[in-house]
């Protein structure tokens, strides 16, 4: 295509593609990541069950229901419904509900979950200690944008995961 008289360039459209790329780097790493499992212990884990672990270290004193920690995650309520019931399986939470209302799903971390964190605590923390020594260097309203621009990143992915998990394809068999 020519655009004044020049061959305009295909992604002319994306700005701040290094920072855009480095996102798609990120998530492509992620996505592989989702493979590797943490040993801690007799006990495995992927990186969004560590993350779970996390949300629920960090809040279950507000007992929060389970759909609040899936957007919190970033994953479906039915995703995280199905962590959380192996989780409870391996002994690495236990789940309670309140007193004025069963369906309210309260999170806890088990003692054995709770060593099991620790053990991958030990495994990573020099890793995000690098990261975090690196965004020291951001000034509070950089690091505002940065987490605003990421939530932009996570929430347009997850709308569109939402929107392709409800769509239904019919199956025909030939």
């Known amino acids: 295509m020519l655009w004044k008289g020049k061959r305009m ?10 920072v855009i790329w480095t996102f798609y780097r ?5 996505g592989s990541m989702m493979k590797k499992k943490f040993v801690c212990g007799n006990l495995l884990f992927n990186p969004v069950e560590i993350q779970i672990l ?3 270290l960090i809040y279950s004193r ?23 019931n192996d989780m409870e399986k391996r002994g690495i939470i236990e789940k309670y509900h309140t007193s004025s209302n069963k369906k309210n799903v309260i999170l806890q971390i088990s003692k054995e979950g709770t060593e099991a964190y620790q053990c991958y605590v030990s495994q990573v923390k020099a890793f995000f200690q690098a990261i975090c020594k690196e965004l020291d260097g951001l000034t509070p309203d950089a690091e505002e944008k940065l987490v605003s621009v990421l939530n932009l990143w996570a929430n347009g992915h997850i709308a569109d995961v939402a929107h392709h998990q409800e769509e239904l394809i019919r199956i025909t068999e030939r």
């Open 26 to 30: 990120a998530a492509n790493a992620y």
């Open 62 to 84: 507000e007992q929060h229901n389970m759909k609040w920690y899936a957007n919190q995650i970033g994953i479906s309520p039915s995703s995280l419904t199905h962590y959380i």
């Open 54 to 56: 996390e949300h629920i």
């Open 9 to 18: 360039n295909e992604l002319s459209w994306l700005q701040h593609r290094d």
